[in-house]
Nanobody
Framework: VQLVESGGGSVQAGGSLRLSCVGS????????MAWFRQAPGKEREEVAT???????TYADSVKGRFTISQGNAKNTYYLQMNNLKPEDTATYYC???????????????????????WGQGTQVTVSS
């Protein structure tokens, strides 16, 4: 399994970025896909999730500003980030896991150890 993120960069507060994650090497009929982020000195935190039905969840800190979606191409996912804030500065990672391994009705486990497949991360820096 390989996941490759792209789209990170440096923006000013209030700006927007769209992150992409392209997966290969797997076929999960039912899955959870998540975006996590990790700032220096902080734990990795779940930002948003989407499952094979298109059901989405968001961390409270990004609700109304971020949108997770699946692209038309197979195993392609996006995170649209609007009205970015300096506190959004972090390395962003995408992760995928077969849904049957997650013992919740949603994908919002909040636990990065529930996801076995990860990308290398893409840096997002927001300046004030």
């Amino acid at each position: 399994v390989q996941l490759v993120e792209s789209g990170g960069g440096s923006v000013q507060a209030g700006g927007s970025l769209r992150l992409s994650c392209v997966g290969s090497g797997y076929t999960y009929g039912s899955y959870c896909m998540a975006w996590f982020r990790q700032a220096p000195g902080k734990e990795r935190e779940e930002v948003a999730t989407i499952d094979h039905h298109g059901t989405t969840t968001y961390a409270d800190s990004v609700k109304g500003r971020f949108t997770i979606s699946q692209g038309n191409a197979k195993n392609t996912y996006y995170l649209q980030m609007n009205n970015l804030k300096p506190e959004d500065t972090a390395t962003y990672y995408c992760a995928v896991e077969p849904k049957h391994t997650i013992d919740l009705s949603t994908c919002a486990t909040q636990d990065p150890t529930d996801f076995g497949d990860w990308g290398q991360g893409t840096q997002v820096t927001v300046s004030s």
